[in-house]
């Protein structure tokens, strides 16, 4: 009997023109899939319907199709999902994993700034920097919880990272083959604290919609940048809470500009559409991001 294919995706957010960086991640699980005889897919991940809008995502389908990615259609596009997410969010906050939190970003803020003032000790941050969520929210008597939520007063779902990490007693592992061999890499998803699983304005999150996504989509390799391999903590967690398929993972590194720092969007970068009016081809990127020949190969 055939072995099921290999199934890569490259899951892009239409919120700004597509750079080096993301051709390099495009390209890579494009040679990758090829190589195993896998299926490629493209995921448009717009959860954030303000900054995703329909020019930049046609803007970014003809940028990939300029770059020769050849994905299966059709696309799934996360902004038409959200029943998924949601029956996630609930399935989790059924077993009591997930709650309210009122909190907003300025709050959370100053009561780390004032906890260092007070304390003359840092407070601590997660992995991207910002500063960990003081968890009060869900220390709430019932009744406050009520009466605010039907007071309308918004709030974000997170999850409750201890009462998370107390239900699950196998170790939280997950393969990963950025480095060549496959080796398999503790999850540590408490250092990003009670995490949002919906945020105030949207009903998902990155996190929670990815997982139910690569899951759904039947995704069996997340080949993405280096700059995600902590998130993929949190991935692992909530994967082992909703009972949902563990993929390889395989981090590359990233594409940094001359000044050392990764490209980025809000930074201006050169995108793929500047370099193709400036005549550079789809085999001049590929040159540039060092796929050029073979490709790079995958245990
Ligand atoms: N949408 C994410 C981004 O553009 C990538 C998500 C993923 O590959 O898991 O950074």
Redesign the pocket.
């Known amino acids: 009997m055939a072995a099921d294919p290999t199934v890569f995706r490259f899951?892009?957010?239409p919120n700004g023109l597509l750079h080096l960086g993301h051709a390099y991640s495009a390209l890579l699980n494009a040679d990758l899939a090829r190589q195993r005889g896998g299926r490629l897919l493209l995921r448009l991940?717009d959860i954030d319907t303000a900054r995703c809008t329909p020019a930049l995502e046609a803007m970014l389908r003809e940028d990939l199709a300029w770059l020769g990615f050849a994905h299966e259609t059709p696309v799934r596009r996360q902004s038409a999902h959200f029943a998924d997410y949601r029956a996630a969010l609930e399935a989790l906050a059924g077993e009591g994993l997930a709650y309210p939190a009122f909190m907003t970003r300025g709050e959370i803020r100053r009561h780390a700034a004032a906890f260092e003032e007070a304390e003359g000790a840092p407070w601590p941050v997660d992995p991207d920097g910002a500063p960990i969520y003081p968890a009060l929210d869900r220390l709430l008597p019932e009744g406050e919880r009520r009466r605010r939520m039907a007071a309308g007063e918004p709030f974000a779902w997170r999850l409750d990272m201890r009462r998370a990490r107390e239900r699950l007693v196998a170790p939280l592992l997950f393969a990963e083959t950025g480095g060549g061999e496959a080796v398999d890499v503790p999850a540590e998803p408490e250092l990003w604290g009670d995490v949002v699983l919906a945020r105030r304005d949207t009903p998902t999150s990155?996190h929670l919609s990815?997982v139910v996504d690569d899951a759904i989509q039947g995704v069996t390799h997340?080949v993405?940048g280096l700059d995600?391999l902590p998130s993929t903590s949190v991935h692992r967690l909530l994967q082992a809470l909703l009972g949902l398929p563990v993929p390889v993972y395989h981090h590359h590194d990233l594409i940094l500009g001359s000044d050392g720092q990764k490209l980025s969007k809000s930074r201006g970068d050169v995108s793929l559409r500047a370099l193709r009016e400036a005549g550079l081809g789809p085999e001049d990127i590929r040159r540039m991001v060092g796929l050029s020949g073979k490709g790079r190969a995958m245990p």
Do not use: H, N
């Open positions: 899951a892009p957010s991940e990155y990815v997340v993405r995600l």
